[in-house]
């Protein structure tokens, strides 16, 4: 079936350094990939996505792109802030089917120190 | 825009008790989902619903659980004769009919933790 691989964390990073989450997938068909994130005590919101291969998705400064090729949607920010802490999902969606259900991977919680 | 709610935020039941939760999906939202989602882990679908029909399970959802739209607007998950194993994040998720699937607004989640 499809799945998601995020990589582990914790992530602590210092503000205004660079941000890397890798995220690999493997999915029949030609997923959508999504990134989520979840604030401390809040609901999941869709922060970027791509629906086809080479597509970029970005968002308040967050990046990934639709790389079919290494089956992979790594999320990228080139300068983070305090206020990124937070926990980050890589999903997936199945493009076979109406039913929009999606496929995450377990998350990767961030911490940016001042 | 209210956005998505769901009561209780947070449950707290012994082992064998029945529960059930409600969401409240965004309004003409046509889609409703369940998922849930254990410590450490990712979400988890559970149930899909369009209008009132419920279209999709998934394997997690056992016999003690059923989830019911009877209206199309709001969705109620109840869990009968809770296990230990059934203590998780329960969220519940809508999309609109003007929008693709995928793109789904999430509620807070109800936590749910059985003793």
């Known amino acids: 079936g499809d799945s998601v691989t995020q990589m582990e964390g914790p992530v602590t990073l210092s503000e205004e350094a660079f941000l890397t989450i890798n995220c690999t997938y493997t999915a029949t068909g030609y997923p959508s990939l999504f990134w989520y994130v979840q604030y401390p005590g809040e609901g999941l919101q869709l922060l970027l996505k791509a629906t086809k291969a080479d597509d970029k998705g970005s968002n308040k400064g967050f990046e990934a792109t639709y790389r079919k090729e290494t089956t992979s949607f790594h999320l990228e920010k080139g300068s983070v802030q305090v206020s990124d802490s937070a926990v980050y999902f890589c999903?997936?969606?199945?493009?076979?089917?109406?039913?929009?259900?999606?496929?995450f991977g377990d998350g990767t919680t961030l911490t940016v120190k001042p | 825009d209210t956005g998505v709610s769901q009561n209780p935020r947070h449950k707290i039941t012994k082992r064998g008790q029945n529960v059930t939760f409600r969401c409240d999906p965004i309004?003409?939202?046509?889609?409703l989902y369940w998922y849930r989602q254990t410590l450490g882990q990712g979400p988890e679908f559970l149930t899909y619903?369009?209008?009132?029909?419920?279209?999709?399970k998934s394997r997690l959802l056992s016999d003690r659980f059923s989830a019911e739209r009877p209206k199309g607007s709001f969705s109620t998950l109840e869990i009968q004769r809770t296990e230990q194993g059934d203590s998780a994040m329960y969220l519940c998720?809508?999309?609109?009919?003007?929008?693709?699937?995928?793109?789904?607004?999430f509620g807070p989640g109800t936590r749910l933790t059985v003793t």
């Open positions: 309004s003409e939202h046509n889609r």
């Open positions: 619903f369009q209008n009132e029909a419920q279209l999709e």
């Open positions: 999903a997936l969606s199945a493009r076979n089917t109406n039913a929009g259900k999606s496929t």
């Open positions: 998720a809508s999309s609109s009919p003007d929008r693709e699937p995928y793109e789904q607004y």
